[in-house]
């Protein structure tokens, strides 16, 4: 069950889940940033846009992409958008910039810095991360 925080709007899993609120917006989040990151980024929302159930809020430091849970988190960074997903499968493949396991799930990195790099390949990877974390009926 779905849960929108009052103050500062973003949807959560459960209610009342653990959070900072913050009155950051996506835009913030850009400022000072190249703007082939921005472009990059409007290009990936646009990828998941139509994909059931998908909320999108800006946390203070990244925008968070959830479906029940978070399954994608973008960082802007001073030359990359990192992105970030979990599973709980262990993956390898050299799209990854980073991989780590935390308990008994796995978090992967892909950092990207232009619109060309919103493949199939990387839109797959993404699926996996929204798949798993998409509530199971």
């Keep these: ?54 909320n999108v809020g800006a946390a203070k430091k990244a925008i968070v992409f959830s479906v029940g849970k978070a399954f994608l988190i973008a960082r802007p960074m001073s030359k990359v958008l990192d992105l970030s997903f979990y599973h709980n499968e262990s993956f390898e493949d050299k799209i990854f910039h980073k991989k780590g396991q935390y308990g008994r799930k796995y978090n992967y990195h892909i950092r990207i810095n232009k619109v060309e790099d919103i493949t199939p390949e990387l839109l797959r990877w993404v699926r996996k991360g929204y798949d798993w974390a998409r509530p199971k009926a």
Excluded at 23 to 46: C, R
């Design 1 to 54: 069950m779905a849960w929108t925080c009052p103050k500062c709007e973003r949807v959560f899993g459960s209610p009342h889940q653990s959070h900072f609120c913050t009155n950051v917006t996506i835009d913030d989040l850009f400022v000072g940033k190249p703007e082939n990151l921005l472009l990059a980024f409007d290009q990936l929302l646009i990828a998941v846009y139509d994909w059931p159930d998908v």
